[in-house]
């Protein structure tokens, strides 16, 4: 065996090494509600499991100027909504952005988001251990109407969207 075959080889055992390392993120049923002529903000909501300890600790899009990870939370009897620095996912557990909860904001957004449109949203992951992993979606977009559960007026549901973290 060459020793240029032998260099290949163990690059390519030493990549999925490390991207075995690396946490997959599944997500499941993505939605971003639509908005009305000059608003200027809207949000993401989307269930994501993990199969490892990983944190969702950034969020990008090209509809929005700025994109940020949220929560919404009770101080002093008033409900709070305030960027977070990252997400917790513990391994096996589905964690859900939800109106009223942990989403993610578009905010300065370029153009009105319309019901049937795909917004693109690019989420980033990181892992115990400082890695940084990615993954892009098109996000279906659904009514204003549409509440905690993603379903507009008409009762249905749009698409869904799933995948995994890209190593």
Known sequence: M???TKWAGFTISAFFIAAAAQAQVVV???WVRATVPQQTGTGAFMKLTSDTDSKLVAADSPVAKHVEVHE???ENHVMKMRQI???ELPAGQTVELKPGGYHIMLIDLHEQVKEGQQVPLTLTFEAPDGGR???E???PVRPL???ANGHGAHGHSGGHGHGAAKH
């Open 145 to 147: 109407a549409s509440g």
């Open 137 to 139: 979606l098109q996000v």
């Open 85 to 87: 620095p990252g997400l």
């Open 72 to 74: 919404m939370a009770m």
């Open 2 to 4: 060459s020793t240029l």
């Open 28 to 30: 499941a049923d993505p």
């Open 133 to 135: 992993s990615s993954l």
